[in-house]
């Protein structure tokens, strides 16, 4: 006897497999990073307020030279988090530490990043360090400050800030980057982000960690922690206006991801943290007053930390061809 199959019975378990099928690819994929949209500033004027912002750093805030364990170990940490952003979406992210005991990070247009010793040693394992820095580098990532020029009320006041770019110097030149957001005060160097910039920040954060193979939980424990200490908290906080429930939006974002094996901490995370508990730390008014007589400027030259712009892949000369090869 011939047993026949029923249609619609044999549609549905074909549907059945197929949402299974869609169901455990997309739990495989993990989350996508969203596309940054525009900014009003071009890639290459984002490229050069960062650097200009970033020598001025280096003129008011003490920084530690390249060759430091800290800065080496930061500048490997960044490199594997920038790997998990597609090349299209991508910036020449540069590292870097600023010797003070404050907590805080803050990332440039463009990609120049700084980390205070003081993230270093507060930070209770890798995933919570890796956590900030994707923080930051998603400022970069959906361009927030040169966003922030969009808001500017004229055309004539972009096209200022433009030309300050390209060629200014002095007050004029500081006033111009304050209206990118980028401002220099007794706290150092400060970047204005609203509570929508923290929330894009946080959840774009979470998935950079996630596919660099960190619990992204991490980035809601280190600011659960520094939610904790209040009116006396850290400098991070006051630059980075809460959002609201922000731990609880991190969780909620993460729920439906898939879990895997994660990489909480490493060896060269708990050396280097050892390791910045000797470094010489400054406070930031002791920052801010060095800063007025020029101090850093000075000791940063001493210790051969010096600001050197990369060179843009497009500006890159060719390797000279052996022509004794054949």
């Known amino acids: 006897m011939t047993r026949r199959t029923n249609p619609s019975k ?70 594997k988090l920038v790997a998990t952003i597609p090349a299209q ?84 030149e500081m006033s111009q980057l304050a209206q990118a957001g980028i401002q220099f005060g007794a706290q150092g ?11 894009q920040a946080d959840a774009v954060g979470a998935i950079i960690l996630y596919k660099a193979g960190y619990n992204p939980q991490a980035l809601a424990d280190f600011f659960k922690k520094l939610a904790a200490q209040g009116s006396t908290g850290p400098q ?28 909480i901490s490493s060896p060269q995370f708990a050396k280097v943290r050892q390791h910045a508990t000797s470094v010489k730390v400054y406070s930031a008014d002791e920052i801010a007053q060095g800063a007025k007589t020029g101090q850093w400027a000075k000791l940063n030259q001493q210790n051969g930390a010096t600001f050197q712009a990369p060179v843009p892949a497009s500006e890159k000369k060719p390797l000279p061809t052996d022509s004794k090869q054949q």
Request: charged share 15%.
């Open 10 to 79: 044999s549609l549905l378990t074909a549907a059945a497999l197929f949402c299974l099928v869609s169901f455990a690819y997309t739990a495989i994929a993990g989350p996508e990073l969203p596309n940054p949209g525009s900014a009003p500033l071009s890639r290459e004027e984002q490229l050069q307020l960062g650097l200009q912002s970033a020598a001025k750093v280096y003129q008011q805030m003490p920084v530690l030279p390249d060759s430091s364990p800290e800065t080496q170990y930061i500048r490997n940490l960044g490199r």
């Open 89 to 172: 979406h991508s910036w020449p992210f540069e590292f870097h530490t600023v010797p003070q005991e404050e907590i805080n990070a803050f990332a440039l247009p463009g990609g120049p990043m700084f980390v205070n010793v003081g993230t270093i040693t507060a930070a209770a394992n890798e995933a919570e360090l890796a956590g900030v820095m994707a923080h930051e580098m998603s400022h970069v990532y959906m361009q927030h400050s040169a966003k922030q020029v969009g808001k500017a009320r004229t055309t004539e006041t972009i096209a200022g800030i433009v030309g300050a770019i390209v060629n200014s110097s002095g007050n004029g």
């Open 189 to 199: 160097l400060m970047l204005k982000y609203s509570r929508t910039d923290e929330a």
């Open 236 to 263: 991070f906080l006051s630059d980075h206006p809460n959002p609201g429930n922000r731990e609880e939006a991190i969780q909620k974002e993460i729920a439906s991801w898939q879990a895997k094996q994660y990489t």
